[in-house]
Nanobody
Framework: QVQRVESGGGLVQAGGSLRLSCAGS????????MGWYRQAPGKEREFVAA????????YYADSVKGRFTISRDNAKNTVYLQLNSLKPEDTAIYYC????????WGQGTQVTVSS
């Protein structure tokens, strides 16, 4: 069974930083592209960033480009998202999933940015 467990969220002031982690299991992690997604209160879930299975290419939503960095460690079955220069509009629950996403969503990790 595929499982993804996100961690690293928290409450931070605007301009601060966080590092999110996503540990995957139940599927050959290194064989597929991974992404981060987020859902703000009252909004649809949206794409944030993605990384190729090899780590060689990355993709970002325009709203986070230059502030967030996605990376992965296939030996640890883990994908990361470094969040810098956080803004109140980044407040959301952050999820990892395959890219494009499949049916296996974790619980997510809450990121709250205060102004």
């Amino acid at each position: 069974q595929v499982q993804r467990v996100e961690s690293g969220g928290g409450l931070v002031q605007a301009g601060g930083s966080l590092r999110l982690s996503c540990a995957g299991s139940g599927r050959t992690f290194s064989s597929y592209d991974m992404g981060w997604y987020r859902q703000a209160p009252g909004k649809e879930r949206e794409f944030v960033a993605a990384i190729r299975w090899s780590g060689g290419s990355t993709y970002y939503a325009d709203s986070v480009k230059g502030r967030f960095t996605i990376s992965r460690d296939n030996a640890k079955n883990t994908v990361y998202l470094q969040l810098n220069s956080l803004k109140p509009e980044d407040t959301a629950i952050y999820y990892c999933n395959a890219f494009p996403e499949d049916a296996y969503w974790g619980q997510g990790t809450q990121v709250t940015v205060s102004s």
